[in-house]
């Protein structure tokens, strides 16, 4: 089964800071990794999908960019954050079936 | 546009008894759906999922009630234990129809009280 490994966990960074946030999987044969954010008491929104390296789609406009430099690893960035930004990001990628999703343990990020 | 929403924010039950929790979806074309569970601080854990052509499905004290005719999904906990207090999500595939992209709903937090 798949095991998705995502740092740090929690991070307070300063508005105009830049982030990098990571998730590396293991043990999957989907190539689709996806980065979703959460806003405190809120459900998910779909940020980014990859379907392999460098191959990457944005859901919606923002602030954050995305990246995926190994096939295994998924990276989220901003040159400068955001108060807006704030919230948990969680990475995920799809079973074998392609259809249900597995997720991190996710990163809450709080811009101040 | 495309939304999968819970009828309630925040549902408390008693130890012991049964939960119900409700979702409504809006895309027609969705043709598979799954309900997650959510602790604090934790990413969403898969509990179970169906697809369009059940009306039912069933797992371990969990099931799942899927109406086509409405457009509604619901949860069903048996005898609902402090440990399923959560925030529980439901997610349909809207029409992306691959590769894990899912859409999801607003979650419900379930309290269960002693």
């Known amino acids: 089964s798949q095991t998705i490994h995502q740092w740090p966990a929690t991070l307070v960074q300063p508005v105009g800071s830049p982030l990098s946030l990571e998730c590396t999987v293991e043990g999957t044969s989907n190539p689709n990794l996806y980065w979703y954010r959460q806003a405190a008491g809120r459900g998910l929104q779909l940020l980014f999908y990859?379907?392999?390296?460098?191959?990457i789609s944005s859901e919606v406009p923002q602030n954050l960019s995305a990246s995926r430099p190994q096939d295994r690893q998924f990276i989220l960035s901003s040159k400068k954050l955001l108060l807006s930004d704030s919230g948990f990001y969680l990475c995920?990628?799809?079973?074998?079936?392609?259809?249900?999703?597995?997720f991190g343990s996710g990163t809450q990020l709080s811009v101040l | 546009g495309e939304s999968v929403g819970l009828h309630l924010p925040t549902l408390s039950v008693q130890e012991g008894d049964n939960s119900i929790i409700n979702c409504a979806y809006s895309?027609?074309?969705?043709?598979?759906f799954i309900w997650y569970k959510q602790e604090s601080g934790k990413g969403p854990q898969f509990i179970i999922d169906?697809?369009?052509?059940?009306d039912k499905r069933q797992g371990q004290r969990v099931t799942v009630l899927l109406n086509k005719t409405v457009k509604h999904l619901s949860l069903q906990i048996a005898a609902t234990q402090p440990g399923d207090s959560a925030v529980y999500f439901c997610?349909?595939?809207?029409?992306?129809?691959?590769?894990?992209?899912?859409?999801f709903g607003q979650g419900t937090e379930l309290s269960v009280k002693p």
């Open positions: 995920a990628c799809p079973d074998s079936s392609a259809e249900k999703l597995f």
């Open positions: 990859s379907i392999g390296i460098d191959q």
């Open positions: 169906i697809r369009s052509n059940m």
């Open positions: 997610a349909e595939n809207g029409h992306y129809n691959q590769g894990g992209k899912l859409i």
């Open positions: 895309n027609s074309a969705s043709d598979y």
